[in-house]
């Protein structure tokens, strides 16, 4: 006899769990995109920098990152609960 195969979908609890790991694997790429971004900035009409305005620009871009890791950290531990309702029945977590 045959083995029976496994399924071709994963749970949906573990699916959405690897897609949250995912999103926080590229928080970095997206914290080096917000950062550099001030460099292609064209200067103002006056030949002095405009300091006061791209300090800001990163300030807030680093919160947002901030704010962008403490949700996706919730998400992930919300999502390590076992046995949630999504979980295929007889599955166990890996």
Known sequence: MTAPKPPKFLARSSYRRRRIIDTARLLPVLGLF????????????????DTARGGLYLFAGWFAL???ALFLARALTRTDVPGSEDDAPGEESR
Request: hydrophobic fraction near 55%; charge should be negative.
């Open 34 to 49: 917000i950062f550099f971004l001030p460099v292609l900035w064209h200067p103002g009409d006056t030949p002095e920098p």
């Open 66 to 68: 901030i704010v962008a």
